[in-house]
């Protein structure tokens, strides 16, 4: 019968151990920096998967920038893959604004300070995983 009862206890504590670990979440905290002006804000997006990556956020802030900068925390994100995509809404329209071309008339990044050549960056240069520990991604415009 005591033998019964370890045994018992140390499953369930096995058990709750590892649904602990895949409920896990960690912090991403990202520091955009180098902005040409405070003007309008910058609208930062975090991303799940490369399918939605600059498509449709897992979630997305608007942030206002002071001193040429601006930081944002993503607290609480589950274990996983993620990108960052950001731009400088300088003028305030919520919307990244193009040329003829759908070239950006104004600043954007990516995590990893990943760029694109002959288009948007790639969800393989600005993927990171996070895993039980919180990070700070730093975008240099």
Do not use: R
């Not at 602990?20 to 405070?38: E, G």
């Not at 897992?58 to 001193?67: P, R």
């Not at 002959?118 to 039980?132: L, R, S």
Request: with cysteine.
């Amino acid at each position: 019968m005591k033998h019964s009862i370890i045994i018992i206890s140390l499953s369930l504590f096995i058990f709750s151990s590892l649904q602990a670990q895949d409920k896990k979440t960690s912090d991403i905290t990202v520091l955009i920096s180098n902005f040409d002006t405070n003007q309008g804000k910058a609208y930062i997006a975090l991303y799940n998967s490369e399918a939605n990556f600059l498509k449709k956020g897992f979630e997305s802030t608007f942030k206002k920038i002071d001193n040429n900068s601006c930081k944002v925390t993503f607290k609480k994100v589950p274990n996983g893959v993620y990108a960052i995509s950001m731009f400088h809404d300088e003028n305030d329209n919520n919307k990244m604004d193009t040329n003829l071309f759908g070239i950006p008339k104004e600043d954007y990044g990516c995590s990893n300070n990943a760029k694109g050549f002959m288009g948007p960056p790639k969800w393989e240069d600005a993927k990171f995983q996070i895993n039980n520990k919180s990070i700070t991604q730093h975008i240099t415009l």
